[in-house]
């Protein structure tokens, strides 16, 4: 997969569920239809800045597309307001077993987009499942990808990232 060699490509690659739609729209079915039934997908969130916005979590089952809203399975998001202690938790119930990676940000203004900086750098705290980072750009999916089986499963996420903003 060629991708350019900017983090603006996190603009598009972490709109996760903001995608559908023109930007406006937001994929949430109750469960994912794919494969074998498996266990809950719970993601913890922490490094959540409760005072505003919205925690936007996109789970991705594979390589091609991955960051990008055209790979996304299901988004979800949650009011940062909801944090407790800094930490959301966002569920993907009945995930089927399998291969997964997950991508996260905090949409401060609900503007349903990471906003970026100067020469694209994003300004929202961002994150990506086993703390995968990029090189001027987003990871990759096997980077950032896990096994799902037919148990329960917590996965940790810290919002983290390059802010040029004050909070």
């Given at each position: 997969m060629n991708l350019p060699a900017r983090p603006v490509l996190l603009v598009t690659a972490l709109v996760l569920g903001c995608a559908h739609g023109g930007g406006k729209g937001l994929i949430?079915?109750?469960?994912i239809q794919a494969g074998q039934p498996g266990g809950t997908l719970t993601v913890r969130v922490s490094g959540v800045d409760p005072r505003s916005g919205t925690v936007r979590v996109?789970?991705?089952d594979k390589e091609d597309?991955?960051?990008?809203?055209?790979?996304?399975?299901v988004g979800r998001r949650v009011p940062a307001s909801q944090a407790v202690e800094d930490v959301v938790e966002v569920a993907f119930p009945a995930t089927p077993q399998g291969r997964y990676a997950l991508s996260v940000y905090l949409d401060m203004n609900?503007?349903?987009?990471?906003?970026?900086?100067?020469?694209?750098?994003p300004t929202e705290p961002y994150g990506f499942s086993r703390g995968a980072m990029g090189h001027f750009g987003p990871p990759e999916f096997e980077d950032a990808a896990f096994n799902h089986g037919f148990e329960e499963q917590l996965v940790p996420l810290h919002l983290g990232g390059i802010r040029l903003t004050p909070r």
């Open positions: 949430e079915p109750d469960t996109g789970l991705f597309g991955f960051p990008t809203e055209e790979g996304l399975l609900d503007n349903e987009q990471l906003d970026e900086g100067s020469f694209g750098i």
